[in-house]
């Protein structure tokens, strides 16, 4: 199995302009899950998905940012447009949840540097 | 909010040595806890599990440890050796609370002097 897969694995953009970040979880997971980790903050949870359908985007920090989940195999989070506090390492996790409880698997993070 | 934090931000032990590293919850409910690690530029690594109806699970070289009682757990590392040298995060899911949210703890960076 490949693992969770995200990229690009780094990005250096200018403020103001638009960011996509794509992740493909592992094939049979049910489940995905946008983390942003900085040394200040830790691992913040984002948003996370279910069978394809949005059902927590209360840790997303403002209208600039949106996920999206197409189908079981692919997802974006967008930062329109970006800011330098943006700056941060960006997870995507995904999982096989079974009766509300299942292990998250991390992929290797794209690394966002916004000037 | 119900979190969870850890009682040490950073760790070092000699190689070979055994490792622990405590984490302390405060949620109650929680039923379901994993501990991951994460090396430098890497995303979190998944070491091992335990559910609530447990007080302890081996793994390889590893242990974990939860005490309801006093809403305590930790990560045993046996025979610590260079590769274990990260940070390592506990996180623990309430499936009651009908989230499937694991809330992370702040991390404890381990490093192991040869």
């Known amino acids: 199995d490949a693992g969770v897969i995200q990229s690009p694995r780094h990005e250096v953009t200018e403020m103001g302009q638009e960011v996509t970040l794509r992740c493909k979880p592992i094939s049979g997971h049910n489940s995905l899950f946008w983390y942003r980790q900085t040394m200040m903050r830790g691992l913040e949870l984002l948003i996370y998905?279910?069978?394809?359908?949005?059902?927590?985007d209360s840790g997303m920090p403002e209208d600039r940012f949106s996920a999206k989940m197409p189908n079981a195999s692919f997802s974006t989070l967008k930062i329109q447009p970006s800011e330098p506090r943006d700056s941060a390492v960006y997870f995507c996790a995904s999982s096989f949840l079974a009766g509300g409880l299942g292990t998250q698997y991390f992929g290797p993070g794209t690394r966002l540097t916004v000037l | 909010g119900e979190s969870v934090g850890l009682h040490l931000p950073t760790l070092s032990v000699q190689e070979g040595d055994n490792s622990i590293i405590n984490c302390a919850y405060s949620?109650?409910?929680?039923?379901?806890f994993i501990w991951y690690k994460q090396e430098s530029g890497k995303g979190p690594q998944f070491i091992i599990d335990i559910r609530s109806n447990m007080d302890k699970r081996q793994g390889q070289r590893v242990t974990v440890l939860l005490n309801k009682t006093v809403k305590h757990l930790s990560l045993q590392i046996a025979a610590t050796q260079p590769g274990d040298s990260a940070v390592y995060f506990c996180?623990?899911?309430?499936?009651?609370?009908?989230?499937?949210?694991?809330?992370f703890g702040k991390g404890t960076k381990l490093s192991v002097i040869p």
């Open positions: 996180a623990e899911n309430s499936s009651g609370a009908g989230s499937y949210q694991l809330t």
């Open positions: 949620n109650s409910a929680s039923d379901y």
């Open positions: 998905f279910n069978n394809n359908v949005p059902i927590d």
